[in-house]
């Protein structure tokens, strides 16, 4: 299983498609491209993850996300207009996660518990 994430780089091909094509993955992978929210798509990332180690018992995912934000970066001088380049970095990271019993001893971390909150229903939302 291999989910990526990007937040305003997207690129055609997604990242995730040109990942099994660079590393010739098998044909078989199911992958998930999660797109345009950058560090906030990693939360809703690990959810997806959770739910795909439930379906698939002893899976291996991929975890793979970067934050690339030179197309937002300002280069004048407007503070009010500043604020996204003290907010917001470059960054990326990769995770291997599995719900395999026999990587146990193997893995550095064990995830405990992940809890997504969406409060799109609620017209407070938008205010």
Same mark, same amino acid.
């Given at each position: 299983i291999l989910i990526t994430n990007t937040s305003v780089y +997207?690129?055609?091909?997604?990242?995730?498609s040109l990942m099994v094509n660079m590393f010739k993955m098998r044909e078989d992978i199911q992958c998930y491209h999660l797109g345009g929210? =950058? +560090?906030a798509m990693g939360v809703v990332? @690990? $959810?997806l993850v959770?739910?795909? @180690?439930i379906a698939h018992p002893g899976k291996i +995912? @991929?975890?793979? =996300?970067s934050e690339v934000?030179?197309?937002a970066f300002y280069p004048g001088l407007r503070q009010e207009a500043?604020? %996204? $380049?003290a907010l917001f970095r470059m960054g990326g990271y990769a995770a291997i @996660? %599995? $719900?395999n019993p026999a990587w146990r001893s193997k893995s550095k971390y064990q995830l405990n518990h992940v809890l997504r909150v969406h409060t799109g229903q609620s017209d407070r939302a938008f205010k």
């Open positions: +997207c690129p055609t091909p997604s990242v995730a929210m =950058g +560090c990332g @690990l $959810n959770r739910d795909m @180690l +995912c @991929l975890f793979v =996300g934000i030179t197309s500043l604020v %996204t $380049n @996660l %599995t $719900n």
